[in-house]
Nanobody, 117 residues
Framework: VQLQASGGGLVQAGRSLKLSCVAS????????MGWFRQAPGKQRDLVAI???????NYADPVKGRFTISRDRAKNTVYLQMGNLKLEDSAVYYC????????????WGQGTLVTVSS
C-alpha cells in the first residue's frame, strides 16, 4: 500500500491549509485512515482519524479547527486545517489502519506544514 501525502507549505497564522492523502488502493479496505504530525524533537502524535463507517475523532489541540474527510471514489483522505497556529507546524503524515485491533502500519512520506507569525 502506498500513501501519498501532499498540500503542505508555508502559511501565516490564522490561515487555512488543506492536506491530501491518496492511497494506492480502496480506502474502504482499511478500518481507519488517520493524520498524524511530528514537530522537531517531539513524538509523532495523532491528529485525526476517520473510520470506514465515517466516524471521526480529533486530538484536543485541533478540535474545532481541523476537519478530516474522504473521497472514496478518489481513494483520498483530506485534512482541512483552519485558524492555524504556530504550534501546528510539523511534518504531517497520513496512515492506514488495516483492522480495528491493529496499529496504523501503512504510512505516507509526510508533508511539511510551517505556520509563520
Amino acid at each position: 500500500v502506498q500513501l501519498q501525502a501532499s498540500g503542505g507549505g508555508l502559511v501565516q497564522a490564522g490561515r487555512s491549509l488543506k492536506l491530501s492523502c491518496v492511497a494506492s488502493r480502496n480506502i474502504d479496505d482499511f478500518n481507519g485512515m488517520g493524520w498524524f504530525r511530528q514537530a522537531p524533537g517531539k513524538q509523532r502524535d495523532l491528529v485525526a482519524i476517520i473510520t470506514r463507517g465515517g466516524n471521526t475523532n480529533y486530538a484536543d489541540p485541533v478540535k474545532g479547527r481541523f476537519t478530516i474527510s474522504r473521497d472514496r471514489a478518489k481513494n483520498t483522505v483530506y485534512l482541512q486545517m483552519g485558524n492555524l497556529k504556530l504550534e501546528d507546524s510539523a511534518v504531517y503524515y497520513c496512515a492506514a489502519q488495516p483492522i480495528l485491533s491493529s496499529p496504523f502500519n501503512y504510512w505516507g512520506q509526510g508533508t511539511l506544514v510551517t505556520v509563520s507569525s
